[in-house]
């Protein structure tokens, strides 16, 4: 069975820190691209960083290039989300997804951890 499973999310003050985990299960991690993407209410999803941990290139969003770090831990089958300098409007559900390029398709979706970012 195929699982994406984010931890780390929570409440922090405007200029904290938070590492968002993604723990992958059931398909072969490397033959995959990881992505984050977020989506706070009323505004669409939008992909926030991505990477491969075959090569471990990286794409980021222009919005959280310099302050967020992508990176994989190929023998756990995890990737993390290193978010510093979080301002408010990083607020949103943050959510894991496995695809086959960086550019999707993403075949495979976690259940989401929430971020809030108080000001």
């Known amino acids: 069975e195929v699982q994406l499973v984010e931890s780390g999310g929570g409440l922090v003050q405007a200029g904290g820190s938070l590492r968002l985990s993604c723990a992958a299960s059931?398909?072969?991690?490397?033959?995959?691209?990881i992505g984050w993407f977020r989506q706070a209410p009323g505004k669409e999803r939008e992909g926030v960083s991505c990477i491969s941990p075959s090569d471990g290139s990286t794409v980021y969003a222009d919005s959280v290039k310099g302050r967020f770090t992508i990176s994989s831990d190929n023998a756990e089958n995890t990737v993390y989300l290193q978010m510093n300098n979080l301002q408010p409007e990083d607020t949103a559900v943050y959510y894991c997804a496995a695809g086959a390029t960086t550019q999707g398709p993403w075949s495979y979706w976690g259940q989401g951890t929430q971020v809030t970012v108080s000001s």
């Open positions: 059931g398909f072969i991690f490397d033959d995959y691209v």
